[in-house]
Nanobody
Framework: QVQLVESGGGSVQAGGSLRLSCTASGYDSFCMGWFRQAPGKVREGVAAINTDGTTSYADSVKGRFTISRDNDKNTLYLQMNSLQFEDTAMYYC?????????????????????WGQGTQVTVSS
C-alpha cells in the first residue's frame, strides 16, 4: 500500500515562503505532483515532476514555486516563494505510476493513483 504523507504547511504573511514535503513509499517509479483546493473551489494542479526530473507548473505559480524530488530520501518538495493570499488552500501530494503515461500538471486528476491527506497553507494579506 502506497502512503503519501505531507508536511510543512502553516501560516505565513503575503510575500513569505514555505516549503512543503511529501514522503512516499515505492517512490522511484512514480510521477509526483502537488495539487491544491481552496475553500469553495475545485482542486487544481500546481506542479508535477516525472522520474527523469521533467517539471511542469500551473501558470499561476510559475516563477514562484519550485517542485523537486530527492529519490534517496523518497521525498517530494514544493518550495513556495512570494506567497499570495490567493495561494491559501489545502495542498495535496499525489502520485501516478510513471509507466502509465503522461506526467504533467495538466494530467487529469482521475489518472493520479495515490493521494495524501493534505497540509494547510494559509497566507495572510
Amino acid at each position: 500500500q502506497v502512503q503519501l504523507v505531507e508536511s510543512g504547511g502553516g501560516s505565513v504573511q503575503a510575500g513569505g515562503s514555505l516549503r512543503l514535503s511529501c514522503t512516499a513509499s515505492g517512490y522511484d517509479s512514480f510521477c509526483m505532483g502537488w495539487f491544491r483546493q481552496a475553500p469553495g473551489k475545485v482542486r487544481e494542479g500546481v506542479a508535477a515532476i516525472n522520474t527523469d526530473g521533467t517539471t511542469s507548473y500551473a501558470d499561476s505559480v510559475k516563477g514562484r514555486f519550485t517542485i523537486s524530488r530527492d529519490n534517496d530520501k523518497n521525498t517530494l518538495y514544493l518550495q513556495m516563494n512570494s506567497l499570495q493570499f490567493e495561494d491559501t488552500a489545502m495542498y495535496y501530494c499525489a502520485a501516478r505510476v510513471s509507466s502509465a503515461g503522461a506526467c504533467y500538471v495538466s494530467t487529469p486528476q482521475y489518472k493520479w493513483n495515490y493521494w495524501g491527506q493534505g497540509t494547510q497553507v494559509t497566507v495572510s494579506s
